[in-house]
């Protein structure tokens, strides 16, 4: 069926948090973030802003009536900066005033006198200072400082990923509507109203049942808004507190991208080795993570990070250590695969270090080493893996043969472009990390009428995950979907969610829709039963709106509703629902922490510029682990959403702080993202056959992150036709592949000397 949203998307209709009908009086909110990453706030002067015409008021840490603390997983961020900056852009004040113009006029008025101190971007820096966000985790399989011994090929190196801006096209913002008794209704494009709802809770003293944050769709996320949609609700929330007016803060772009969290930039050391038949037997890597200033969700990234460290290969001996590091960046947070892609990226590295020491393709070590069912992954959970049956499948239904041979010929018979090819494996656990933190619940209505209202902890950011969870109610009492509705997500009407993320969303909610929806029809069964035994006639009622005659068989949806309703039998459920089965020990790193694992393989196509060190990708042709696709336009769309979303990040996305810590790349024209031209000309698509999962709901398997790792793919294929260039180019693991930097590879002095470009193609 189609997306709910496409008619209210095509028509301009749909209302996101910018969209929503102001109530009179609305006053407007901007905040002052701090000029300088780390530095002591001598004074902060907001005299002359609370001047400006139109200001009402300037808020600081001084008027926060609950604790100064936003922090989720560790209380380490303050809502506020006190006597302390930590990062370029933390909020020192937050001014309201009658229109959004006259509270950013005002704040341009805010002096403040901070004595900077010295300022860490570096995560590696802040390790060798002791800045860590928490202590170290080592994952272990094996034994590695006895397995190096049997290896035949050894290999060290380094690998460093940049971070990503999210670039939801929706700005974060927050709309704070104070209600009678003290009740604020909290507006928030936030991936986690619970979230929000603990944030804002702590922030201004009030219990939950106080806070009802509502959230009708966001215009994407991308983990973006899991944690970090918490500082606008809480900022907006603590000046309706004190003003009793409702209060609106939608951040301009350049303000998101300069104050908000990012993905986790990673620098690593790895070190793989190798038997003489090309077997990994062992691995050793150290992850560097660059947490930025407070925790957010980074220990949970690292976790994810230690998760994929061997991505779709089984390794007998591993040990993957984890750092996560503070630095005077603003805190990184969750990013579409949340620490996976970072450690995947490492794996792909060494195996293409090794493969180019030992001039075999890499394809060779990757489909060697891909795990098989009842090989046990670092963390302890035995695989049930598609790994081998993806790869295979690429392999023929895209003939990589051929495709290898093409691109031989055309390297063959040009000299000043290249092209070149990787195989991308992907193998990414569905399960928040966290145990406790999947579970989800479900409240449906039935009505009278025979219309469904369905809530859910769901938010829908254009996923369409909505769309799925109608499918599951659909399907659950057999009527058209025009019947349902799913109603905004609100912590009034369904308590203590996880945010939308992992992946998981859908399986969650989905499966707690279905029992809700369960539960409610066998009540009606049993009413129909009963029915069946009695004269129908009986259960009509008096008043003929409702009396509802059936056809042959006397019975339809509203009638059976109606004869259910008057035996007062109940038409609402509220149902519960926690993934059986997992479990992890963080003592011994050890568990089954995920419901499922989803696969997949991608061969891309690049061909280089060797004169400019541009680059096209041509081509990215996937099979995929789709289970039993409840949605294959929505997945589809997922699919191409997250493998441009991965190719921006691995080749042209560029996330720039300056030795202050001030962010350069802070607008569109100075960070590039992938726009219409650097899409894949082709994207293929193939779902894997037959391969599905009793966990993932209706056995359709979880497609949000996963395919985001294909875009991996395209910096090693980068790498390969800069290697056809020049084979002994020095080409850093470093991403992103930028053009400057596929340019510095094709003539870098290392090994021996480029080939000079003496003839021109014809
Ligand atoms: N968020 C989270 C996530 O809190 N825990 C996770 O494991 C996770 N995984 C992927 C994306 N977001
Ligand atoms: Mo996420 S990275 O909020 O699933």
Known sequence: MNNIDARTHVRGASVYLDDIPLINGTLFGAAFGSPVAHGRVNSLDVAAAAQMPGVVRVFTYKDITGENQIGGIIPDEPLFAEQETHFCGMPLAFVVATSVDAARAAVKKIQADITPLPVITDPREAQAKGELIIPP?????????????????????????NGQEHLYIETQGAYAVPQENEVIRIYSSTQGPTAVQRAVSKALGLPMHQLDVEVTRLGGGFGGKEDQANTWAALCALAAHHLKKPVKYALHRMEDIAMTGKRHPYSSDFKIGLDADLKIIAYEVTFYQNAGAAADLSPAVLERTLFHCTNSYFIPHVTATAYSCRTHLPPNTAFRGFGGPQGMFVIEAAIAKAATALGVPASAIQQQNLHHTGDTFPYGQLAQSEAPACWQKAEELYDAAAIRQSIHDFNVANTLYKKGMAFMPVCFGISFTKTLMNQARALVHVYTDGSVSISTGAVEMGQGVNTKILQVAARAFSIPPERIRIQPTSTFRIANTSP???????????????????????????????????????????????????????????????AAYVKRVNLSEHAHYATPGIHFDTSREKG??????????????????????????????????????????????QMEGGIVQGIGWMTMEEVIYDAEGRLRSNALSTYKVPDIYAVPKTIQLQALDTRQD?????????????????????????????????????????????????????????GTPAPHAKTVDH
């Open 592 to 637: 089954h922490p995920f419901a499922y694992h989803v696969y997949g393989a991608a061969i891309v196509e690049v061909t280089v510029d060797c004169l400019r060190g541009t680059y096209t990708i041509d081509a990215v042709k996937v099979v995929h682990d789709y289970g039993a696709s409840m949605n294959p336009a929505i997945d589809q769309g």
């Open 694 to 750: 009793n966990l993932a709901i209706f056995r359709s398997k979880a497609v949000g992150e996963p395919p985001l790792m294909y875009g991996i793919g395209a910096w090693f294929a980068l790498r390969d036709a800069i290697l056809a260039f020049h084979p002994a180019a020095d080409i850093p693991f470093s991403a992103p592949m930028t053009p400057e930097k596929v340019l510095m590879a094709l003539y870098s002095k290392n």
């Open 500 to 562: 939308s993320a992992a992946s998981a969303t859908a399986d969650l909610n989905g499966k707690a829709t279905w029992m809700a929806c369960q539960a409610i029809m066998e009540r009606l069964k049993q009413v129909a039963a009963e029915a069946l035994q009695t004269d129908t006639a009986a259960i009509t009622l008096q008043d003929e709106q409702v009396f509802v005659h059936g056809k042959a068989s006397g019975w339809d949806w509203k009638k059976l509703l109606m």
């Open 137 to 161: 985790r080592t994952f272990r399989l094996g034994d590695t400082a006895n397995a190096w011994q049997q290896c035949a090929h050894i290999f060290e190196g380094r690998a460093d990923t």
